[in-house]
Each structure stands twice: as structure tokens, then as C-alpha cells.
């Protein structure tokens, strides 16, 4: 068209520069993401990709543009997260706990407090892949340091304990008491409980039935013994 009107044409601009089309570099990233997190790579597909990566020359301007949203990061967050969640069902043939992992943790890069967690109790319980309680440790913090209540849950049991770690009561009861205020039925029993019997915490029998009640009331069975008893 330009040629038509004028014998001065602009100078080419090529795709990667061109401003117009950075909606369309996102979507293209964006898709190239999903093929990913759709695909379970095996250990020479990684060597080859680190080869590859390791002979590119360094990225260029254009390429430091295409950064994702916050729309499309929350998007793969999830993504990662319900492909770990998949790997670790062991009633499914593709039952792979290491590659969930490395799901869990590009997920948790992302900001996702539940993958945190879940990288937390994976390795704390040692079932799926070898404990390590320090690297737990490290995930529980971060996932208590955002208020998740089921880390503030899990940690403080830890705690409690003091099988893993040394035991630590004043912690222990200020993990227990922030998950219970947000309503976690399994930190209200479990305080509650130790309350009741006056072993670890100082005997409190009211505030141990209130919270053993509210604990029971959200259909928690062993609440509901408990209180019952």
C-alpha cells in the first residue's frame, strides 16, 4: 500500500521489535507454557534442553520485553499445581512423585501457597519422595509467613511433637492458635485437646471444650469422640 502512494519506504521493522504484535508474542509464549506443563520431560529430554540453553547467545532487548501478566503467571501457578497434584495420585499410572516435585516448586516460584505447603508436608512425611526436614522446614515458613492456616496447622503439630525438630511449645501453641482462628478444624482439636489435658499446655477445660466443640461442629470425627467421651 505504502509503495503505491510514495517511492520512500520505511525502514522493516522485524516481528520481534514491532510493538503491534507483543499481544500475540505473549500468546505465543503463553501456549508454549501449557505444551509444557502438559508434558512430562525424561532426563535426556532435560540434558538436551540445558545444551541448547547453554549454546544460545545472550538475549537480546526484544526478548527481555515479552514478560507474562500477572493474569498469565497466576494462570501457570495453577497449571504447574494441578499437574503435581496429578503426578502424586498413586491410584494413577503416571504416578511420578519427582517430577510432581519439580511441578510444586515452579509453582511455588510463582507465588502459589498451597504448592508451598504441599512441598512442606511431602518432604517432612518422607512417603513420596526421601525426608528432608530442613528443606520442609523451609516451604512450611514460607506458606506460614503468607497465613496459609493448613502450614500454620501442620508446623505447629511439628512442634508440638518434637519429633522432627526440638520440641517448642511457645511456638508450637502460637501456630496452633493463629490456624485455629481461622477457623482450621484440625488445629482446634489438636489444641484444644492438649489444653484438655493439661500435659504440654496449662490445663484450660472451657476454652479446651470450646474449641473441641467448634472442631466437632465442623464434622470432625475424632472432635466429635472426644467431646463426646
Known amino acids: 500500500v505504502i509503495r503505491t502512494y510514495t517511492d520512500e519506504i520505511p525502514k522493516h521493522v522485524p516481528l520481534s521489535q514491532n510493538k503491534e504484535f507483543k499481544s ?24 538436551n534442553v540445558e545444551e541448547q540453553f547453554e549454546s544460545d547467545a ?14 498469565e503467571k497466576t494462570s ?12 502424586l495420585d498413586k491410584e494413577i499410572e503416571n504416578y511420578n512423585p519427582n517430577t510432581a516435585v519439580e511441578f510444586l516448586i515452579e ?15 511431602i518432604f517432612l512425611r518422607g512417603e513420596d519422595v526421601p525426608k528432608n526436614v530442613d528443606y520442609a522446614l ?4 514460607e506458606s506460614v ?3 496459609n492456616e493448613f502450614a500454620e496447622y501442620l508446623l505447629g503439630q511439628t512442634y508440638l511433637k518434637g519429633e522432627d525438630v526440638e520440641q517448642d511449645l511457645i511456638r508450637a501453641e502460637i501456630l496452633l492458635r493463629k490456624s485455629s482462628a481461622q477457623g482450621n478444624k484440625y488445629a482446634k482439636y489438636t489444641l484444644g485437646k ?13 476454652e479446651a ?16 469422640y472426644l467431646l463426646g467421651k
Open 58 to 71: 545472550e538475549p537480546s532487548d526484544a526478548d527481555t520485553e515479552l514478560v507474562l501478566t500477572d493474569k
Open 107 to 121: 509453582s511455588a516460584k510463582l507465588g502459589c501457597g498451597v504448592a508451598k505447603y504441599r512441598l512442606g508436608k
Open 138 to 141: 523451609r516451604w512450611q515458613e
Open 76 to 87: 501457570l501457578m495453577w497449571q504447574y499445581y494441578r499437574q503435581a497434584k496429578e503426578l
Open 145 to 147: 509467613g503468607e497465613g
Open 194 to 206: 492438649s489444653l484438655l489435658d493439661g500435659e504440654l499446655f496449662m490445663q484450660n477445660i472451657p
Open 209 to 224: 471444650i470450646k474449641l473441641i466443640t467448634e472442631s466437632a461442629d465442623k464434622n470432625f470425627a475424632p472432635a466429635q
Open 24 to 47: 500475540i508474542k505473549n500468546a505465543v509464549i503463553q501456549e508454549a507454557m501449557n505444551i509444557v506443563t502438559d508434558r512430562i520431560f525424561t532426563i535426556d529430554d532435560e540434558e
